[in-house]
């Protein structure tokens, strides 16, 4: 950390012990963003998201920062952890209750993309309203006083006020090698990082314009503001509740992004593809939510606003209603992911269709969509694909298990289960499978499947390496329940659907909603789980860890992101390599979240829900984490002193660290 830095912080500590009370009346957040702000986020109720905050770190190492610091530094022989690491100190500093008491008398914290500029480059401003808090005054004050790289570079409004920028001093040496200040000009740079502050507010922009849009309304010199937006205002009368709160104007942002990206010459990020194809990058007029506290357990929830004008492959396909907690039966133990959904009533196959043609699309499959290969299929077969099977299929459940057993080479896929209205067009997909297979492996004839009995239920096989993922397709029915799997054994426990072996079931179950008639869709995640899934790769017929390989992992480090560099000796890769599988590992502790999307009209309302997060329940979770964090940071190890890449700070500091 920047010895200014922490001169700024430890003023900021030293006022922080007084009692704390609520902050002074004044302009919310949102009273000083424009109305055509296109994202926005804010931390709502300060004085009690602090005390959340304190109850999510209870029974970790940061329940009591001091102890953990000292520990640890009386506990080493290892040079490092003596002579740096304050990025553990901060978090430890984060938590203490002096600084949660000074938290509360905050009126809010926010930040807003306001814009693009003409040259395609985001505009946004982050803020702070400091209310009560005169130590977060004194903590900006001494920074700007005390840091030398911050200059001013102009004022703004009316009131003259002062603007700061970061810059670099240059230096020349005379004839005896004394260094001089260069003659230079301190100008105002068009796009870069902009500060500003007045008692109330503290901001920092990507420009002066972005700065002086909240600056100006603090001020009263503009009127007219985000909280003024009718689609604000409904949004932030659903959501804004203690926690993080957020809101977007989709339609908008995705217009104007796609003005900056011409002018930038790039192109969609997969996200960005993901959700024009999918959600439809018109359909949806506004996303809002909320990140908070509920019931003991961490909550994030998102709306949606649909165009019912507009196209949306996601929202035609979740249309239905009334998901049953039963349909998650043949999700067995272990699974990282497990969701059911229902089918809408009205046009079913051209929902569920539409949404298979967006997917391949955002995948950026080529070649023949689904839709297509259906007209194809039933052309060819004569099978009324579409309306006799696909249109009496009532809902779908989706399993990613967390481990499968499959043959050497091949990859690794979700079990589907198919729900249909009656036990007929059950035996229909029966029926139909060989027809699917041979068409993906391009076979003249029908291949006949070979049948096993598992544990009472009758498994088919067909395929093999011809197929996408380089394995066979196993296959199994039970009443209306038909499934779809590469793992035979798992294929069968879907199909017998036993209540007390699923994710349901079990010492840590998913907690289920009390009311599930306006569900579109049910599921489960388990935090470990799905946590391994991601971070491996289908290798050999089964999921495996990506190996260790030093820098490659998870970057978070003081200079991450910076430009900075790290010195590759300093690492310790088996230590950080076993710190990061204890990280993940420490998940499994915690008990699955529940996932449900609620549709009422043109609104879909998704929600996560991970129970126990408060009182201890994120204790290993932390713990495990600032371990591996203490690991990671060994890689920046600097046995001279200095600060590289940062103008060589000296002195007995031996780390790198972020300004």
Known sequence: MHPILRVAIGLFVFTAGRSAVHAADGPDPADLFPASTLAYAELHDPATVGPQLLAAVKGSVLEDGLGFIHKRRNGTKDIRDINGKDELALAALLTSPELQAEFKKVRGIAVGLIGFNSQGQPEFAFIVLTGDSNAIGIAVRAYLTLENQVRQVGTIGKDNLPIYQYRTPSINYDDQGQPKLADEKITEGAHETTLAYTPGVFVVGSSKKAVGEVISRFTGETRGSLSSSPAFKLAAATYQQPGLFFYADAANLCTQYDAARRTLGGGDSDAIAWFRLVAGAKAIQSLAGTIRVRDGGLSVSVGATLDPSEKSPLGNALAGNGVKVELLHPAQRPAGL???????????????IGFLDALAKADGQLGRLPGEAVTELEKKYKVPLREGLIGKTHAVTVIY?????LPKGARAIPLLV?????????????????????????????????????????VFTLGGPALPWNGPIHYARSGTRFVIG????????????????????????????????????????SPGIAIKLLAARPAEGEMKAIPYNGPATPDFGPRAGRGGSEDPANADKAGEAKAWDAFLASFDALPPATVTVRRNGNNLQFEVWQPKTQSGGLGPVIDA??????????????????????GGYGGPRSFRRFR
């Open 625 to 646: 984490g600032m371990g591996w964090y203490d690991k990671q940071l060994n890689r920046f190890y600097d046995p001279n002193g200095a600060i590289n890449g940062n």
């Open 401 to 405: 298990p967390e481990k499968q057993e």
């Open 338 to 352: 497990a969701f059911a959904v229902t089918l809408p009533q009205k046009n079913r196959a051209d929902a569920a």
């Open 486 to 525: 590469a793992d035979r054994k798992l294929v069968a426990a879907a199909a017998l659907a036993d209540p007390s072996a699923s994710v349901l079931g079990g010492d840590r179950p998913a907690m289920m909603p009390s009311r599930t008639d306006d569900l579109v869709l049910l599921g489960t995640i």
């Open 418 to 458: 198919l729900h249909t209205e009656t036990e007929d067009v059950g035996e229909a997909w029966e029926a139909f499978l060989p027809m699917l297979v041979a068409d993906w492996m391009k076979a003249e004839e029908l291949p006949q499947p070979a049948v096993e009995t598992i544990s009472g239920a009758r």
